[in-house]
């Protein structure tokens, strides 16, 4: 091996040579075959560099031209092995090393998933590992190619998929197919009808025949505005009918009973001053605790809380580092001890627990509520509450037309249309 | 014999520097500089380096000359040079 590169396996000298006869010197050993370089001359004195292996030569060549010789620098790894000789397990620790890091890395220790909304990261990681994916395999084993053909033709909601091996980290892109809603065709014929129990309030029709009125009882299932139009002949039979798609906008007053439950006797919770706090490395679905407190209580509340997430999610981007989290548990304890609610106490947790299943109820119906009636009564166990609604709100549902049979013609004496 | 050998060189198309041992120089801009077949050094400082070949003596002149890669065959020189001059033959 030529050049620097070459001159620093095989180890250099440089030395400093005194005296009055330096060009003697260099034609000495250069007589002798020895290369030399970064030939200078400073203040009198030559500095030359050579090969390591050339030192006794050149030390022979200075003496019989008369010149005095000083080492000044050894480069090189002859020099390099002398100084750590008694450092032999430290170089074998180097070259252990690199040789570890090498063979580790041809496995997979990373698997990020991106791009999954509605599933979630465990059900992929369950659905590669069904093609033999999984984290710690060798990764010169893994056909991304076929893998990925053969995930997107077994799992229907698959849109688009893609597998990257990236050093030690297999990157699975994913983008999930949306379902296909069922369409209606608009112009196509339907009926409109109720899909709850109620009195109709008000209709107006924009399209069909109107099948109900104001004031009308309706259950489930009832048709409000027709889709079949019959038209009627000049002797007021039906001739034909006619198909559209009905169209209206129909208000029914319905009733809602909501109804909610609470014990008098309940369990109070005292809590302890002092709390107990662990910490637990979380990664995909396993959970390893680095620090366990001692629980000294028998009742307790676990809180769980996520630390340093930004910094989490920096490193798990960095390869050989698999995904993780870190969390705080802490453990409150508490003595419990029988208690009652007074009355009014029911009655606020009937009414909050009431109102909460009237706005789950009434979300997103654009709905009026006409009535409204609370009733609280004690029961044996504590006290009951029942929320009664009067609400106005639109009803209807569209549904397919069904088809009639074509009306026969009245025939005359003679058997002719 | 020599213009004999030189005849047949060039006939041959071979290349005159390797078989007569003829300095050749090779000089890259003003700083640096190659020189095949010398025989030896005659003086070398930071200002001036003078070199035996087979055609008389070759003398370098300018400032922070050095030699930056010496072998049998060869010498590279670095440096600023501001003159080259041919002396006649001399004895060291």
Not at chain 1, 56 to 65: N, P, R
Not at chain 1, 353 to 373: C, F, G, P, W, Y
Not at chain 1, 395 to 401: F, H, R
Request: charged residues 30%.
């Amino acid at each position: 091996m030529k050049g620097k590169t070459g001159r620093y396996l095989r180890g250099s000298v440089r030395i400093r040579v005194k005296g009055l006869y330096l060009s003697r010197f260099l034609n000495l050993i250069t007589q002798k075959g020895i290369e030399y370089w970064d030939v200078c001359q400073t203040g009198g004195y030559l500095e030359v560099s050579f090969a390591a292996k050339a030192f006794k030569d050149v030390a022979y060549c200075a003496k019989k031209s008369g010149n005095r010789i000083k080492v000044l620098d050894k480069k090189g790894v002859p020099f390099l092995m002398f100084r750590y000789r008694k450092r032999k397990l430290f170089c074998i620790g180097i070259l252990a090393a690199l040789a570890i890091i090498m063979v580790l890395s041809n496995f997979l220790w990373t698997i990020t998933i991106d791009g999954n909304t509605t599933l979630t990261k465990l059900e992929v990681l369950e659905r590669l590992e069904s093609f033999g994916v999984r984290e710690g395999m060798w990764k010169w084993s893994l056909n991304c190619y076929q893998v990925k053909e053969k995930m997107l033709t077994k799992y229907s909601d698959l849109g688009w998929l893609s597998l990257t091996i990236r050093g030690s980290t297999l990157e699975v892109r994913l983008s999930e197919a949306v379902e296909t809603p069922d369409i209606v065709q608009k112009g196509e014929p339907k009926d409109l009808v109720s899909d709850r129990t109620c009195i109709i309030y008000s209709i107006v029709t924009r399209s069909g025949v109107p099948k109900v009125k104001k004031g009308d009882v309706v259950q489930e299932g009832d048709l409000l505005i027709a889709g079949t139009q019959e038209i009627v002949g000049d002797d007021g039979s039906v001739t034909a009918y006619d198909y559209v798609e009905a169209d209206g906008d129909v208000l029914g007053k319905c009733q809602y009973e909501l109804e909610s439950s609470v014990a008098r006797d309940y369990i109070q919770r005292q809590y302890y001053e002092k709390e107990k706090t662990g910490l637990y490395i979380a990664s995909n679905a396993k959970r390893t605790m680095i620090f366990k407190p001692i629980k000294n209580f028998t009742y307790y509340d676990t809180v769980e809380e996520e630390l340093f997430a930004g910094a989490t999610d920096f490193l798990s981007k960095l390869p050989f580092v698999p995904d993780f989290s870190i969390w705080k548990r802490t453990y409150l304890g508490y003595e419990p001890s029988r208690a009652q609610y007074s009355d009014e106490e029911m009655q606020s947790i009937l009414e909050e627990d009431l109102a909460r299943q009237e706005t789950a109820l009434l979300h997103n119906k654009n709905s009026v509520i006409l009535d409204r009636q609370v009733e609280m009564a004690p029961t044996q166990e504590g006290m009951r509450g029942v929320l009664r609604l009067t609400v106005m709100e639109k009803i209807g549902k569209e549904q397919p037309v069904e088809r009639m049979p074509d009306p026969v013609p009245p025939q005359d004496e003679s058997g002719q249309p | 014999m020599g213009k004999k050998q030189e005849k047949i060189l060039d006939r041959l198309h071979l290349p005159r520097e390797v078989f007569l041992n003829i300095p050749l120089l090779e000089m890259e801009g003003l700083g640096r500089l190659r020189l095949e077949n010398y025989k030896s050094i005659l003086e070398f400082t930071s200002t001036c380096l003078r070199v035996q070949t087979e055609q008389g003596v070759f003398c370098f002149q300018g400032f922070n000359i050095f030699i930056r890669y010496v072998n049998s065959q060869e010498i590279f020189i670095e440096g600023t040079i501001r003159s080259i001059c041919i002396e006649e033959e001399a004895h060291e």
